[in-house]
């Protein structure tokens, strides 16, 4: 939980809104989020416990398929590289939280940002 905390709160001084669903929240708890927050830049799953990563399949396809134009990237030491990710429904595939933070950075021009004081 600590790389994606430190994450989360990178993003946040960076201006962006940030929802931290927890670890193990259901699939439809991010259908659910995407839409509740309106337009969403990305969702995010990571996996790091190896065999935990087959949970990320029903969050990928599930928000593709809700919210297609949603970016979907997969990350974690579970997640072995963009092979793997292609199998598990081919989300961006991200190799470490800076590649995350520079997906971000690239795609965030036109993001919704925070009103509130980071």
Known sequence: RLPTSLLREARRLRGLEVADLGASAPVESYVDAVGLFGPVLAVGVCATTPGSEVELRPVIDAVRR???GTLVFAGGAAVQGHAHAERLGRPVYTASPYAVLQLLD???PGARRSSRPS
Request: glycine content about 0%.
């Open 66 to 68: 809700v919210h297609p």
């Open 106 to 108: 690239d795609v965030a």
